[in-house]
Nanobody, 127 residues
Framework: QVQLVESGGGLVQAGGSLRLSCAASGRTFGSYAMAAWFRQAPGKEREFVAAIQWIGSSQYYTDSVRGRFAISRDRAKNTVYLQMNSLEPEDTAVYYC???????????????????WGQGTQVTVSS
């Protein structure tokens, strides 16, 4: 079993930055294929934000955050990060990290690809 714990959320003004962290305990990321961040804004469905190959360097972003957000991982610390710059009020959401343990053939942006999820961390961007 894997436990994912997100941290780093908070309240920030538009144009500011936050760095989210997602630490894994229990079974480590080491045998996993992909880690990702999703978000859910009030009244909306959860949506894909970014993903990164655990072994490898490929990164993927949704169009609305490309160029502003950066996903990274530290394999030694079993932690995945999301650096968020130039934040906008539209980025306000609960952010979730997720991992895929089976190298699923499903697209990286699909929720059902991921086997483990964190509890979420709130990000609020004021205008």
């Amino acid at each position: 079993q894997v436990q994912l714990v997100e941290s780093g959320g908070g309240l920030v003004q538009a144009g500011g930055s936050l760095r989210l962290s997602c630490a894994a305990s229990g079974r480590t990321f080491g045998s996993y294929a992909m880690a990702a961040w999703f978000r859910q804004a009030p009244g909306k469905e959860r949506e894909f934000v970014a993903a990164i190959q655990w072994i490898g360097s490929s990164q993927y972003y949704t169009d609305s955050v490309r160029g502003r957000f950066a996903i990274s991982r530290d394999r030694a610390k079993n932690t995945v990060y999301l650096q968020m710059n130039s934040l906008e009020p539209e980025d306000t959401a609960v952010y979730y990290c997720a991992v895929d343990k089976n190298a699923s053939s499903r697209p990286y942006y699909v929720e059902s690809r991921y086997d483990y999820w964190g509890q979420g961390t709130q990000v609020t961007v004021s205008s």
